[in-house]
């Protein structure tokens, strides 16, 4: 049997699912991502891994998405990148890229939605480089027929002022208060 990443645990494959979701903690945290949507009728597989970064996105772009075949990936930018690897916004972007391009061009009738980073308390001195990022990633995906940019920005931000009550919903989006936006993607 295949064995995949799936939320920080390791899953045997079932049937390929249609949607995959690709991220750091703020997707792999999301407990109730598969049941959530799973009520809705879309069929979900939670692929993120705790502490990625855009390169792990890259890295294992097989595990994590090509082998399900997906009709949908969802993929989330992360500040890992920065505060851990410094990483410049020229490399985040180019892993960004670069993830798109192995997947249109392994699953060419997929379509890639991109969630917009999230400015996280502790790491306020990059806040102008997510939002730049942010902006550089929805211009790419705007360049593209199936390629998708989500912007949670706004809404996180309004968490980050309530702190430290907002403190989990803005942190690991599995808040019914995002799952709303999420859900209308």
Known sequence: SVVSFNGGRYDEVSASNSVIFVGQSNFSLWHGMES?????????RNNSIAGATSHVYVEYVEELV?????????????SNDLAYHQ???KTVMNNMKEFYNKVNENIPDSHV???SGNPLPGRNEYFQVIERINNKLETFCNS???AYFVDIYDINMGYVLQYPVGWDTWTHLHQPELEHVMGDM
């Open 36 to 44: 959530w949507y799973a009520n809705r009728g879309v069929p979900v």
């Open 66 to 78: 090509l082998m399900y075949k997906p009709k949908v990936v969802v993929c989330i930018v992360s």
């Open 87 to 89: 990483m410049s916004e």
């Open 113 to 115: 939605i991109f969630v």
């Open 144 to 146: 593209k027929s199936n």
